[in-house]
């Protein structure tokens, strides 16, 4: 009896304070020492375990840069490798402090299900691969083929209105894993894989012949990748988003991972002192020290060189729509002052 | 504690009595537990914004299904939509739970075997899917036996319409023709007297104790007259082949690679249990049983069906309702390899709605129906098999 009273009694405390776990992220964050970040299963160029069994990539750089500003530690950050349907609940449940992990900015998620977005660091479009051989030139010509497809992703729902729009008869076969759904491509269970065009051109520089495999030029939906938080915390909501929005900013001024610290003690432009915390208060603004940009730029470099050594240096991206809105993309910070 | 009989007031010894409380104790712990449980969350999905209830099931899917029993299409409603999957998770059980029992007693009885042979490849089968993780050999099968089989263009071919590749298994499809009615009524009539006369010859058995051979008897008349009727019906069913254009077959049916590899699984994993049970079951008879009818000079495909299968099964059916229950569970791993069961579009639902924690009780829902009517009808089994005997 006494054993089933404690059990019972351990159970109610354990749901009390399961219940009391959003209340300051920051706070929790600070007291933990480390930042619960959730990432892909394994996205080469996005976020990864490299050989030595590091996280690296552009999604796990955006971890980096707030356990830094946060912590002064970009290296302070807990992976938490994250299946598509489980990403959203990891962050509405409080598994996981943020999710970086290309997930698509959408109104439904948004607004019904515990879930915030924050700015978006990567602008990308589903696309189809398709192997070369068969000679199919655009997505219009597959009425027919069998596609392999990434389970409680938008991309299977934007299939289905792709193949619905267009009179295409498409045969999806739906995997839990992406890795999965490449092995059934690569295997030839399928004619076509689709998925965001930035993980399409990831996925083939991991094939033996990538020239065998062509990336359709149809882009067959937005898709907006943000890193998210759980709803209801604001203050946090706002930490992260500015964190991002800091780093693309960094960009726009020309401030580097070499010359953060030259530029932090000697710029004069008023822009940068803000940015960098050598005149007003931007830290305090979302309970952070003055110089949290320094200490993110400092880990991981501003948006271009995440951008860069992530994507570029690995699998040949370009910047795209991703460019700075000065060089003819849609990349634009919101202003920090 | 010793019980004693001193009874209270409401007639219980005091023993049931401190028994009776400390239930009724643990009853309302565990009814407190799960209100509070449930209140809790109810409480943290309002704090977060998430909906809750079941209205969301009425909305349209929107998501693809490969491999449905039923008509879909992404106009669809969700719950329709879960009961694809739901279907689909029946069906592929059902024929699992089928495979499995018919290879589980073959592996069963031939590990009893005296040929030295079979009883030890027998072993070695049982001994190997037992010991290995059900999900490697769902790999295996899907990502090295039904991978290595040709493109759809360069398929094997066995027969007219019958071919062999990486997108599955094409086999015509039967249809029905103008003669259909006339074979259907006479099919129905021929399996009716097959049993007339099998129910008559177990009859005139126990009347007469002469032997007829009931069910060789009936199963002739069903036989010769279902063939009669085809042929009258000229030819009834035709067959729509499966034809190669574009990217793969048209037409005809297909068994597709995830259906074909799950099944494979299953059927290969239960098996080898339930060839464990066979086995147990058969060494359980006691052998002076055995020797006991076989010296009363019956064949001896009399003493196995009269007197060893009825006392084999006792020990048999019960553990084998256990491995029917697991192998429903088990079927939730086509996920892995992309069979669109419950939990697979369930996971999908879930995707793109948030709303966990309803499919998770949906889930629950049917897999505790499936394994109940399991139980019931395996209990049901086993105490006709139970009643036979002693």
């Given at each position: 009896?006494?054993?089933?009273?404690?059990?019972?009694?351990?159970?109610?405390?354990?749901?009390?304070?399961?219940?009391?776990?959003?209340?300051?992220?920051?706070?929790?964050?600070?007291?933990?020492?480390?930042l619960a970040c959730g990432v892909s299963e394994g996205v080469p160029g996005?976020?990864?375990?490299?050989?030595?069994?590091?996280?690296?990539?552009?999604?796990?750089?955006?971890?980096?840069?707030?356990?830094?500003?946060?912590?002064?530690?970009?290296?302070?950050?807990?992976?938490?490798?994250?299946?598509?349907?489980?990403?959203?609940?990891?962050?509405?449940?409080?598994?996981?402090?943020?999710?970086?992990?290309?997930?698509?900015?959408?109104?439904?998620?948004?607004?019904?299900?515990?879930?915030?977005?924050?700015?978006?660091?990567?602008?990308?479009?589903?696309?189809?691969?398709?192997?070369?051989?068969?000679?199919?030139?655009?997505?219009?010509?597959?009425?027919?083929?069998?596609?392999?497809?990434?389970?409680?992703?938008?991309?299977?729902?934007?299939?289905?209105?792709?193949?619905?729009?267009?009179?295409?008869?498409?045969?999806?076969?739906?995997?839990?894993?992406?890795?999965?759904?490449?092995?059934?491509?690569?295997?030839?269970?399928?004619?076509?894989?689709?998925?965001?065009?930035?993980?399409?051109?990831?996925?083939?520089?991991?094939?033996?012949?990538?020239?065998?495999?062509?990336?359709?030029?149809?882009?067959?939906?937005?898709?907006?990748?943000?890193?998210?938080?759980?709803?209801?915390?604001?203050?946090?909501?706002?930490?992260?988003?500015?964190?991002?929005?800091?780093?693309?900013?960094?960009?726009?001024?020309?401030?580097?991972?070499?010359?953060?610290?030259?530029?932090?003690?000697?710029?004069?432009?008023?822009?940068?002192?803000?940015?960098?915390?050598?005149?007003?208060?931007?830290?305090?603004?979302?309970?952070?020290?003055?110089?949290?940009?320094?200490?993110?730029?400092?880990?991981?470099?501003?948006?271009?060189?995440?951008?860069?050594?992530?994507?570029?240096?690995?699998?040949?991206?370009?910047?795209?729509?991703?460019?700075?809105?000065?060089?003819?993309?849609?990349?634009?910070?919101?202003?920090?002052? | 504690?010793?019980?004693?009989?001193?009874?209270?007031?409401?007639?219980?010894?005091?023993?049931?009595?401190?028994?009776?409380?400390?239930?009724?104790?643990?009853?309302?712990?565990?009814?407190?537990?799960?209100?509070?449980?449930?209140?809790?969350?109810?409480?943290?999905?309002?704090?977060?914004?998430?909906?809750?209830?079941?209205?969301?099931?009425?909305?349209?899917?929107?998501?693809?299904?490969?491999?449905?029993?039923?008509?879909?299409?992404?106009?669809?409603?969700?719950?329709?939509?879960?009961?694809?999957?739901?279907?689909?998770?029946?069906?592929?059980?059902?024929?699992?739970?089928?495979?499995?029992?018919?290879?589980?007693?073959?592996?069963?009885?031939s590990r009893v075997s005296r040929n030295w042979l079979l009883a030890k490849?027998?072993?070695?089968?049982?001994?190997?899917?037992?010991?290995?993780?059900?999900?490697?050999?769902?790999?295996?099968?899907?990502?090295?036996?039904?991978?290595?089989?040709?493109?759809?263009?360069?398929?094997?071919?066995?027969?007219?319409?019958?071919?062999?590749?990486?997108?599955?298994?094409?086999?015509?499809?039967?249809?029905?023709?103008?003669?259909?009615?006339?074979?259907?009524?006479?099919?129905?009539?021929?399996?009716?007297?097959?049993?007339?006369?099998?129910?008559?010859?177990?009859?005139?058995?126990?009347?007469?104790?002469?032997?007829?051979?009931?069910?060789?008897?009936?199963?002739?008349?069903?036989?010769?007259?279902?063939?009669?009727?085809?042929?009258?019906?000229?030819?009834?069913?035709?067959?729509?082949?499966?034809?190669?254009?574009?990217?793969?077959?048209?037409?005809?049916?297909?068994?597709?690679?995830?259906?074909?590899?799950?099944?494979?699984?299953?059927?290969?994993?239960?098996?080898?249990?339930?060839?464990?049970?066979?086995?147990?079951?058969?060494?359980?008879?006691?052998?002076?049983?055995?020797?006991?009818?076989?010296?009363?000079?019956?064949?001896?495909?009399?003493?196995?069906?009269?007197?060893?299968?009825?006392?084999?099964?006792?020990?048999?059916?019960?553990?084998?309702?256990?491995?029917?229950?697991?192998?429903?569970?088990?079927?939730?791993?086509?996920?892995?390899?992309?069979?669109?069961?419950?939990?697979?579009?369930?996971?999908?639902?879930?995707?793109?709605?948030?709303?966990?924690?309803?499919?998770?009780?949906?889930?629950?829902?049917?897999?505790?129906?499936?394994?109940?009517?399991?139980?019931?009808?395996?209990?049901?089994?086993?105490?006709?098999?139970?009643?036979?005997?002693?």
């Open positions: 009896m006494n054993k089933v009273l404690k059990l019972g009694a351990a159970t109610a405390a354990a749901m009390t304070v399961a219940g009391a776990v959003h209340a300051g992220t920051l706070d929790k964050v600070r007291e933990a020492g480390e996005f976020s990864n375990p490299n050989s030595e069994g590091v996280w690296v990539g552009f999604d796990v750089d955006f971890c980096r840069a707030i356990a830094a500003a946060i912590l002064g530690d970009a290296e302070a950050v807990r992976y938490v490798p994250l299946a598509s349907k489980q990403k959203v609940l990891a962050v509405s449940s409080g598994q996981v402090d943020l999710t970086s992990r290309t997930t698509t900015w959408t109104m439904k998620r948004d607004t019904t299900e515990g879930v915030d977005f924050t700015a978006v660091v990567y602008y990308d479009g589903q696309g189809f691969m398709i192997n070369a051989a068969t000679g199919v030139e655009s997505a219009k010509e597959m009425d027919g083929a069998t596609v392999c497809v990434t389970t409680g992703t938008t991309t299977e729902l934007n299939l289905a209105d792709f193949g619905r729009s267009n009179d295409l008869q498409l045969e999806p076969v739906v995997f839990e894993g992406k890795h999965e759904a490449v092995e059934a491509y690569k295997s030839g269970r399928c004619d076509a894989l689709t998925t965001d065009m930035s993980q399409l051109a990831a996925f083939r520089t991991s094939f033996a012949d990538p020239s065998a495999h062509r990336i359709l030029p149809e882009v067959i939906s937005k898709e907006p990748l943000a890193p998210l938080v759980a709803h209801g915390d604001n203050q946090w909501k706002d930490l992260v988003t500015w964190v991002v929005f800091g780093l693309i900013a960094a960009e726009d001024l020309g401030i580097t991972q070499a010359n953060v610290a030259e530029q932090a003690a000697n710029a004069t432009a008023p822009n940068i002192k803000r940015l960098l915390g050598s005149s007003g208060d931007t830290g305090g603004f979302i309970g952070l020290d003055g110089d949290w940009m320094v200490k993110a730029i400092s880990a991981v470099g501003n948006y271009g060189e995440i951008f860069g050594r992530n994507l570029t240096a690995t699998l040949g991206m370009e910047r795209g729509l991703n460019a700075q809105w000065k060089d003819g993309g849609i990349l634009y910070a919101m202003p920090i002052r | 504690m010793a019980v004693t009989s001193t009874k209270t007031a409401l007639g219980l010894t005091a023993g049931a009595m401190r028994s009776a409380l400390s239930q009724g104790a643990v009853l309302a712990l565990v009814l407190a537990g799960v209100y509070l449980l449930f209140d809790n969350t109810q409480e943290n999905l309002a704090l977060r914004g998430i909906e809750s209830g079941f209205a969301f099931l009425e909305q349209e899917a929107g998501l693809p299904i490969g491999d449905s029993l039923i008509d879909y299409d992404p106009t669809r409603s969700y719950g329709y939509a879960f009961l694809v999957g739901v279907l689909n998770t029946l069906f592929v059980s059902v024929l699992a739970i089928i495979g499995a029992t018919v290879l589980g007693v073959i592996v069963g009885v490849v027998a072993a070695i089968y049982v001994e190997t899917l037992r010991n290995l993780p059900l999900l490697l050999t769902l790999f295996f099968v899907y990502s090295v036996v039904i991978a290595a089989l040709p493109h759809p263009r360069d398929a094997i071919g066995l027969i007219d319409g019958v071919y062999l590749s990486k997108r599955g298994f094409y086999l015509p499809r039967p249809q029905a023709g103008p003669g259909f009615a006339v074979f259907a009524i006479g099919t129905a009539v021929a399996l009716m007297l097959g049993i007339v006369f099998w129910r008559w010859a177990a009859r005139h058995k126990i009347r007469t104790g002469r032997s007829v051979p009931g069910f060789r008897g009936g199963l002739a008349i069903f036989v010769g007259l279902a063939g009669f009727a085809f042929l009258l019906g000229g030819s009834p069913v035709s067959g729509e082949l499966p034809v190669y254009s574009g990217f793969n077959f048209k037409g005809g049916m297909v068994m597709r690679p995830e259906f074909t590899s799950l099944l494979i699984g299953l059927v290969l994993y239960t098996a080898a249990y339930i060839g464990e049970n066979v086995r147990s079951g058969i060494q359980s008879v006691d052998a002076g049983q055995i020797e006991a009818a076989n010296a009363l000079g019956v064949s001896s495909a009399v003493v196995t069906r009269k007197v060893l299968l009825p006392q084999a099964l006792r020990v048999t059916i019960p553990a084998t309702t256990n491995d029917y229950a697991s192998l429903v569970k088990n079927s939730s791993l086509a996920v892995a390899i992309g069979y669109p069961d419950m939990v697979s579009i369930g996971g999908t639902i879930i995707g793109q709605n948030g709303q966990a924690v309803e499919i998770i009780a949906m889930w629950m829902a049917v897999y505790l129906t499936i394994n109940l009517v399991i139980s019931v009808g395996m209990n049901y089994l086993n105490a006709r098999v139970q009643h036979a005997q002693r």
